[in-house]
């Protein structure tokens, strides 16, 4: 079977066996959210997909309701605005479980480029505009690497800019390079070491640097994925300098 297919079997399937085995789960998220301020437990965003298609992203709120009308789109975990159960959900990255729908719904795939916000997708140099010649995915390698997001942010005036310096280099990179070597062999690494990230993120992220090597990552993409030095503003691919502004 080719790629493309095989991929799409598994993203159901899997996807599938998700939902039925995290359904406690799920249904608990949904009462206890609701039971927290009495508001929607689900929280519908809009994401940039493939060749530039809006699509409904589906998550579990874990903020206090219309969150996003204040126009922040980069979370640092000190945000007011995440709720105390939010926190919880955020911690164990259970806000994404219904991300397994969009993957049946045939809008995202298990691995890939994680989606971003159109705010986001339109300051992407013509180089990053390769990461939505492909579906994006639940998780990627980038979302191990930076698991600690919500950290990383934590202390930055503006989180959007700080992402945008910080993370977005390396993610577009991690990203373009996915698209570059993508195998059914390379989803399932990716995917098993998300799993481990669960308990334990080092552990994820040693199987991660692996990978990297495995597939002839340069020594500096390598280096950053070890996460054992501190981020610096970086240039994103295609740039030529450092983002100091978000607009076009």
């Known amino acids: ?23 406690p789960i799920i249904f608990f998220l949904i009462i206890a959210i609701w039971l927290y301020d009495f508001k929607n437990p689900f929280y519908i965003s809009y994401r940039t997909g ?7 992203l589906i998550k579990f709120r874990t903020m206090i309701f219309n969150a996003d009308k204040i126009g922040v789109d980069s979370t ?8 105390k159960i939010g926190r919880l959900i955020r911690k164990f990255k259970f806000d994404e479980l219904l991300q397994f729908i969009n993957i049946i719904i045939g809008d995202m795939s298990l691995v890939g480029p994680r989606p971003n ?29 930076f698991y600690d997001l919500g950290e990383i942010l934590d202390g930055h ?15 577009s990179k991690l990203g373009l390079l996915y698209i570059k070597k993508k195998s059914i062999a390379l989803d399932l690494v990716i995917f098993f070491a998300t799993f481990i990230s669960t ?8 199987i991660i640097t692996w990978l990297l090597i495995r597939i002839e ?12 030095s501190p981020l610096k503003p970086s240039i994103p691919p295609g740039l030529d300098q450092v983002v100091t502004k978000r607009s076009l």
């Open 1 to 23: 079977m080719n790629y493309a297919p095989l991929k799409r079997f598994l993203d159901i399937f899997i996807s599938c066996i998700m939902i039925i085995l995290f359904s």
């Open 217 to 228: 990552a340069d020594k500096e993409l390598i280096e950053i994925s070890k996460r054992e």
């Open 76 to 83: 640092a975990n000190n945000d007011y605005r995440i709720t």
């Open 50 to 56: 493939i060749v530039g298609k809006k699509f409904k």
């Open 199 to 206: 308990f334990s993120h080092r552990s994820a992220i040693k």
């Open 117 to 145: 916000v159109k705010t986001e997708t339109d300051l992407y140099s013509s180089q990053e505009r390769l990461l939505l010649s492909i579906k994006p995915g639940i998780t990627d390698i980038s979302s191990i690497i």
């Open 157 to 171: 005036s503006d989180a959007n800019i700080a992402y945008n310096q910080l993370v977005r280099p390396w993610k």
